[in-house]
Each structure stands twice: as C-alpha cells, then as structure tokens.
C-alpha cells in the first residue's frame, strides 16, 4: 500500500496538522511519501522522515505560496497518479478539506473527511468520522481503489519512528486556469500562538464583565503556554478581536485541553470547541449549560479562581 502525504507549511514551517498526518500515515503502514508545496525550509522537510515519511517531494513554485485550491488540486493529481498511491491522507483544514475533494473527483476517488481514527480493514476499508459538528460519529466504507482521507486535529499521536528523509526536487507544469483565482489580500491574525495550532486554549464570555479584566486570563494563558479565545458575544461587543471568536462561526479548535471562564456554553460555541480532548468550565452560575459538556468544573468566580490556579501552576513549575 503507497501512501501519498500532502504537508501544509506556514511562513516556511510545516504545521503540526500536517506532522500528525504522515504519523497517520505510517501507523495506517505501507510506505509514505510526503509533498510539501511552495517555499518551505529544508529542514522541515528533511524532518518528516522522523515521523514516518521515506520520502519527500517539493514543488519549489514560489506561486504555491498562497494557498490556491485549483493549483494545489492539479499538483496533487497528479503526484497521487506518478507516484501510484492508494491513499492520500492530508490534515482536515480550511486549505485541506477542498483540495481533498477536488482530488477525489480528479482522481476517482473514495473521500471521507473530519476522519478521528486509523481505518478498520478488518472487513473492507471503513473510517470512523465526526459528524454534526462532533455530536456523533458515523462509520464510512471507502470502496473505491483509490482513497482520499482528511483527518481532524489530534486523530493521530506525533511519534517519531525514523531519521531525517531526503528531498526530491518535484516538477509540475501549472496552466493559467489553475491560478484563475487571486488573492488579493489577506489578514492574519497575530500572536504567540494562534487557535487553529495551540494544544491548550483559554477563552472568556461574558462573565468576564468587560475587556479591562482581560489580564487574568492572559496571565493564565501564558503559564500553560496556550492560546487565548473568546465567545461570539464578547468578539460583537468589541472586547476581544474578531479572529478570537471560538464557535460554530467563528474558529473551531480541537486542542487537548479547552479552558472555558464564564462562558454559559451556548449550543452555537459547544459545536467549536467539542472536538476538545478535555474541557474545563469555571463558571459562578451552577446551572451554566457548559458544566455538561465539561470533564471537569469548578463553580466559582473567575476573579478569586483564575489567578489563584495561574499561582499554583507557577509554583508547580
């Protein structure tokens, strides 16, 4: 069985998504063949080995730098059919999700997307996916020769199994229809670490009473060394910035540990954030919905909770 891997990079990085995808890959067995496109350092690339890739294309295209679906699509085609693969695996992302599709179709291809677990081959080829924004599962059988896997966040533990691969140089010609579409602009959000990435999320609703009382979750935030988000009503009230909004419509996260502080737990904010390996909800309101969702609570006020768990995680380190 030949894997192909498609490996997202940012400012020349390769993003953690995409390393749990070639650990995926090598634990679904088979050999693994990673891609990366577009200016991405050498390094990363030499480092996939590590985790299961024995091999590694790039497609040094300076184009490939913003992330354009058609053109991504086209170079993916056809690395699926040259290097004969059954399967291409690549992260469940903004980027990820329409690629995979455009390939399936391009390729004739089984797809199933927002996948949380290796496959069955027991009996055919089933994968086990998130459905209804993580309220359910629901088991799919791919029957087509060919398979294209998008996998969510933390379906897959980074293990490093190897040593560093050698980069093979990969060649695609490109027409004008695959850059038909221009970015012209785009706004990135800023900080330490960003939602999308973070392994540990700190977000504040309303309860938090006004953005000037901020800084207790920023400190707590920074002792775990996490993200920091809001709900939607603090994002419209102008307290947090918009690309902090953790919901249904605004970011969804999947880290290992989601910290809610005074946050009722609206059904629109539980669909982001259930994907969640665990959640802790501090919230003075023994009724807030959230406590159900919550693998641990802790009623109480945030302003005498926060900063006595920010001391004692201080101490602890």
Not at 43 to 58: F, I, M, R, S
Not at 151 to 178: C, F, M, Q, W
């Amino acid at each position: 069985m030949a894997i192909l891997v498609f490996v997202e990079s940012a400012e020349g990085k390769i993003k953690k998504t995409s390393i749990e995808a070639v650990s995926y890959a090598h634990a679904m067995g088979g050999g693994v063949t990673a891609i990366a496109l577009g200016s991405v350092d050498k390094a990363e690339l030499e480092n996939l080995g590590k985790y299961g890739a024995q091999k590694v294309l790039h497609v040094a295209d300076e184009r490939l730098n913003q992330g354009l679906i058609q053109a991504y699509a086209s170079v993916l085609s056809k690395a699926f059919k040259d290097e004969n693969a059954d399967i291409l695996v690549l992260a469940n992302s903004s980027l990820g999700t329409p690629v995979a599709a455009k390939v399936a179709i391009q390729a004739g291809a089984s797809l199933a997307t927002n996948v949380v677990e290796l496959p069955n081959t027991s009996s055919g080829f089933v994968v086990k996916k998130s459905i209804y924004t993580g309220k359910a599962f629901s088991l799919v059988e791919l029957s087509n020769a060919k398979k294209v896997i998008a996998i969510r966040k933390n379906a897959a533990e980074i293990k490093e199994v190897g040593s560093p691969a050698s980069v093979t140089p990969y060649s695609v010609t490109l027409s004008d229809a695959d850059f038909s579409t221009k970015i012209t602009a785009t706004e990135k959000a800023t900080g330490e670490i960003l939602l999308p990435e973070a392994n540990i999320v700190v977000s504040g609703g309303r309860g938090m009473k006004g953005p000037e009382h901020w800084g207790i979750l920023e400190d707590l935030a920074k002792s775990l060394h996490a993200a920091t988000g809001c709900s939607k009503p603090v994002s419209d009230l102008g307290w947090r910035p918009h690309h902090e909004h953790v919901g249904q419509t605004g970011v969804k996260v999947a880290p290992q540990l989601y910290i809610a502080i005074g946050i009722s737990g609206a059904i629109q904010h539980l669909a982001g954030v259930n994907s969640s390996k665990y959640i802790v909800v501090i919230n003075k309101d023994p009724e807030a919905p959230f406590f159900k969702a919550a693998d641990y609570g802790i009623v109480g006020d945030a302003f005498d909770v926060v900063p006595k768990l920010t001391e004692a995680i201080k101490a602890l380190k």
